[in-house]
C-alpha cells in the first residue's frame, strides 16, 4: 500500500472507488454513504463551518450520537485544516465533566452537536451552576440543525507535520490528556495496519467499536477507507443491545474483518448461549482483531467454539497490541497463524526478572496470549526501571519508537516529558516480555484500569467514593485485576476500616451505588483493610493489595460481605418478582429491590441492558431499554408491563 503524505490525500484517493460506507442503527435502520458523496457531503459542511468563521487550527469537538454525522464532520474539520476532537457521548456526570475539561483545555474550541444534547448540557450547567461552562457552551457551540451545508469550503493545503487531530484517552477525566496525532503519524500507522493484515479492497470489515475510540475510528474507519473496501459502522448501542446483530450482520454483508475487545465475547454470548444463531455463515470471516483490553484466552476459546458450527476458522482470532500515543496500532501476529498464549507463574513477573513458566494447574499459574511482533515502522524494546534494555524473556517496561508514535500530548509540557525516556523512546505504560519472538503483555506499570475496553484512572474514581461520608481520599484505593477465573477486568475498591462487618456493608453500598451514579462503572468488591499499603515516600502501594486479594486473602470477609440470595425474599407480586430474580441472574452479587432506582444502585449500563434484553425475551416487544428511563424501578417496570399488555 502506498503511504499517503495527509488524510486529506488518502480521502481524495478513495472517492476514486466505486466503494461505500454503510452505517447501522438497528436491524433495520441502516444508510449508505459512497466514498465520493462523503468528500462531497465533508466539503459542503466545511464551507458552512468557514462561513461561521472558522479557520485553520481551530477546534472542532465532535459530540454526537449519530456515527454519520461523526463521519462527515470529522472529515469536514480535516479537509479545512481545522483539528476535530472526537468526544463520546455519555451517561454519566463524569462523562460530562471530562467534556468540560477538554472545552476548557482547547484554545479556540467549536463544540459540534446535536440540539438535544446540547440543552441537556445547558439544563446540567445550570442545575449545577456551572456558570463558566454555561457561558462557554452558548457562545461556543454549533447545533448540527443549524448547520446547512452550503459551498463547498476551501480545502486546506496541510503537510504531514500538521496536527491532523487530538484523541483523548477514554478515562482522563480529572485531567485529560489529548494525545496530538499528525497527519505523519497517522499515514504512517494506517499503512502499517494494512499491510500488516493483508486488507484490500475486496475485503468487508464491520465494527460495532465507537468511532470516538482509536480502534473504532483509526482501525476500522480511516484504515479500511485506505485499503478501499467497502465497510459497515454499527452503532455500539445497537450491539449493547441486540448484541446478536452483530453476527447477523457478518453473515449478510459477508463481512470478512470484525472486530472486538474482550468484553464484546462476553456480552455476545449471554444471549448467544440462549437463542443460537442457527442459520449464520460466518465462513467469510477471515480476521477478528481482537485489542484495547486485556486480552482472555478462555474467553477467546469459548467464542471460537461456540460459533465453530457456524464456519467461524480458529484462524481468524487475531490478538493485537496497540495504544493511543501510538496512533493505534504496535504489534500483531501473522495473517493465518492460529493464536496463542503463554503459561507463567503470577509471582514471577516483576521487572527485570525473568519469567517462570508454569503447569495450567498450578494455583498461581495465569495465561497470556502472545499479541505478535512489531508492525512496520515502529520499534519494541522491554526495558527495566531505569530504562536498560533487558534480554528477552525478561519482565519489563514495554517501550516504542517510530513514525507513528505522538510527538506530545496537548497543551501538557510536564505530561509530555513524563512520556519519554532519555533517548525519546515511547513510555508505555504496560510491561510484558518477548516470548520466541512473540510480544506479551503482562500488566501495566502506570494506574490505568480497563474496564469494557475504555481506560479509567484510579485516583479519579477514589475522588468519587471519597465523597461517601466515612471516607476520604487517604482511606480509599481503587484498582482494578483479570483473576484467571474471570473473563473481564474486575474493579476492586479497598476501603480502611476497622469496625464490624454489618456497619462495612452499609458503607459498601453507598460506596457502589456513587460510582455507579456518577461514572457508570460496576464495582466489582469493596473490601475492607486495616491498613492501606504505603512506600516511605507515602505513594499508595496497590499492587501489594491486588496480590493480596489474587492470592485469597480477603476470601473469607468476601464470603461473609455476600449477600444470600437464598434467603432474600421477593415480592409478593408475582411479576415484580420475576423481575427481581431477572436481576439477581445479571447483577452479580447486587440485590435489586422492588423500589430501588436502577440508575442509582451501582450497576453498569451494560448490566442494565442485559437485564432489559432478559426482559424482552419473556415479554418481546413490551420494554426497550429506553423505557427504563421513565420507569427506573423494577415496580414500575412491572406496571408499565401490565399496561403494554
Given at each position: 500500500m502506498q503511504l499517503y503524505d495527509t488524510l486529506i490525500d488518502l480521502l481524495a484517493d478513495a472517492r476514486s472507488r466505486d466503494r461505500h460506507i454503510r452505517f447501522i442503527d438497528g436491524e433495520d435502520d441502516?444508510?449508505?454513504?459512497?466514498?465520493?458523496?462523503?468528500?462531497?457531503?465533508?466539503?459542503?459542511?466545511?464551507?458552512?463551518?468557514?462561513?461561521?468563521?472558522?479557520?485553520?487550527?481551530?477546534?472542532?469537538?465532535?459530540?454526537?450520537?449519530s456515527n454519520e454525522q461523526f463521519v462527515v464532520a470529522y472529515w469536514a474539520a480535516i479537509l479545512g485544516g481545522i483539528v476535530p476532537v472526537p468526544v463520546a457521548v455519555g451517561i454519566s456526570d463524569e462523562h460530562r465533566h471530562k467534556l468540560f475539561r477538554i472545552l476548557r483545555q482547547l484554545e479556540n474550541a467549536t463544540l459540534f452537536t446535536e440540539s438535544e444534547l446540547l440543552e441537556r448540557l445547558l439544563e446540567f450547567c445550570g442545575d449545577n451552576k456551572l456558570d463558566e461552562i454555561t457561558g462557554?457552551?452558548?457562545?461556543?457551540?454549533?447545533?448540527?440543525?443549524?448547520?446547512?451545508?452550503g459551498e463547498n469550503g476551501e480545502i486546506y493545503a496541510a503537510s504531514p507535520d500538521d496536527l491532523a487531530f487530538i484523541q483523548y484517552s477514554s478515562g482522563s477525566t480529572s485531567d485529560p490528556k489529548g494525545v496530538c496525532l499528525t497527519h505523519r503519524n497517522l499515514c504512517i500507522n494506517i499503512r502499517a495496519i494494512v499491510e500488516g493484515t493483508g486488507w484490500c479492497e475486496d475485503d468487508v470489515s464491520l465494527s460495532w467499536m465507537p468511532l470516538t475510540h482509536d480502534m473504532g475510528l483509526i482501525g476500522y474507519h480511516l484504515s479500511v477507507l485506505a485499503a478501499g473496501m467497502n465497510h459497515a459502522v454499527m452503532d455500539t448501542n445497537a450491539f449493547v443491545r441486540r448484541p446478536l446483530l452483530w453476527m447477523i450482520k457478518a453473515d449478510e454483508l459477508r463481512a470478512t474483518q470484525l472486530c472486538s475487545p474482550n468484553f464484546g465475547y462476553k456480552h455476545f454470548l449471554k444471549l448467544f448461549e440462549r437463542k443460537g444463531l442457527p442459520n449464520a455463515d460466518l465462513s467469510c470471516v477471515r480476521l477478528i482483531l481482537n485489542g484495547a483490553e486485556p486480552i482472555s484466552y478462555s474467553l477467546c476459546e469459548e467464542f471460537l467454539e461456540a460459533l465453530a458450527p457456524c464456519g467461524l476458522k480458529r484462524t481468524a482470532m487475531f490478538p493485537v497490541y496497540g495504544l493511543a500515543e501510538a496512533t493505534v496500532g504496535v504489534s500483531m501476529p501473522e495473517v493465518g497463524s492460529e493464536y496463542a498464549r503463554v503459561v507463567v507463574h503470577r509471582h514471577s513477573l516483576r521487572v527485570g526478572e525473568p519469567f517462570e513458566t508454569a503447569d495450567l494447574g498450578d494455583d498461581d499459574a495465569v495465561s497470556f496470549v502472545k499479541v505478535g511482533q512489531a508492525m512496520r515502522d515502529v520499534q519494541i524494546r522491554i526495558a527495566d526501571d531505569e530504562d536498560n534494555v533487558l534480554d528477552d524473556g525478561r519482565v519489563g517496561n514495554i517501550q516504542l519508537l517510530g513514525g507513528s508514535v505522538t510527538e506530545r500530548i496537548y497543551g501538557d509540557e510536564a505530561a509530555?516529558?513524563?512520556?519519554?525516556?532519555?533517548?525519546?523512546?515511547?513510555?508505555?505504560?504496560?510491561?510484558?516480555?518477548?516470548?520466541?519472538g512473540d510480544l506479551v503483555i503482562t500488566g501495566r506499570s502506570k494506574d490505568i484500569i480497563i474496564v469494557n475496553g475504555q481506560n479509567y484512572y484510579p485516583h479519579d474514581i477514589e475522588e468519587i467514593a471519597a465523597e461517601v461520608e466515612g471516607l476520604d481520599l487517604g482511606k480509599v484505593v481503587v484498582a482494578g485485576t483479570r483473576t484467571q477465573e474471570s473473563q473481564t477486568e474486575e474493579l476492586l475498591v479497598f476501603t480502611l476500616f476497622r469496625r464490624d462487618l454489618d456497619t462495612?456493608?452499609?458503607?459498601?453500598?453507598?460506596?457502589?451505588?456513587?460510582?455507579?451514579?456518577?461514572?457508570?462503572?460496576?464495582?466489582?468488591?469493596?473490601?475492607?483493610?486495616?491498613?492501606?499499603?504505603?512506600?516511605?515516600?507515602?505513594k499508595v502501594q496497590r499492587a501489594a493489595l491486588l496480590n493480596a486479594y489474587l492470592d485469597g486473602e480477603y476470601r473469607e470477609v468476601l464470603a461473609k460481605l455476600a449477600p444470600d440470595v437464598s434467603e432474600e425474599s421477593v415480592d409478593s407480586d408475582p411479576l415484580v418478582a420475576e423481575l427481581e430474580l431477572i436481576c439477581r441472574e445479571h447483577s452479580k452479587e447486587r440485590i435489586i429491590g422492588p423500589d430501588d432506582n436502577l440508575?442509582?444502585?451501582?450497576?453498569?449500563?451494560?448490566?442494565?441492558?442485559?437485564?432489559?434484553?432478559?426482559?424482552?425475551?419473556?415479554?418481546?416487544?413490551?420494554?426497550?431499554?429506553?423505557?427504563?428511563?421513565?420507569?427506573?424501578?423494577?415496580?414500575?417496570?412491572?406496571d408499565f408491563l401490565r399496561q403494554s399488555s
Open positions: 441502516e444508510s449508505v454513504v459512497t466514498f465520493a458523496s462523503l468528500w462531497e457531503r465533508a466539503s459542503a459542511l466545511l464551507g458552512s463551518l468557514q462561513a461561521r468563521g472558522m479557520q485553520q487550527g481551530d477546534e472542532l469537538v465532535v459530540f454526537t450520537r462557554i457552551l452558548e457562545s461556543r457551540s454549533a447545533r448540527m440543525s443549524d448547520i446547512v451545508p509530555t516529558a513524563d512520556l519519554f525516556t532519555a533517548d525519546r523512546w515511547l513510555r508505555t505504560g504496560d510491561v510484558g516480555a518477548f516470548v520466541e462495612f456493608k452499609i458503607l459498601a453500598r453507598k460506596v457502589v451505588e456513587r460510582i455507579g451514579e456518577h461514572t457508570g462503572l460496576e464495582v466489582d468488591h469493596v473490601i475492607p483493610v486495616r491498613k492501606i499499603p504505603k512506600t516511605t515516600s507515602g440508575f442509582e444502585v451501582g450497576i453498569s449500563s451494560l448490566t442494565l441492558t442485559e437485564i432489559a434484553l432478559a426482559v424482552d425475551e419473556r415479554y418481546p416487544g413490551k420494554l426497550d431499554i429506553s423505557d427504563i428511563f421513565d420507569h427506573p424501578t423494577l415496580r414500575e417496570i412491572a
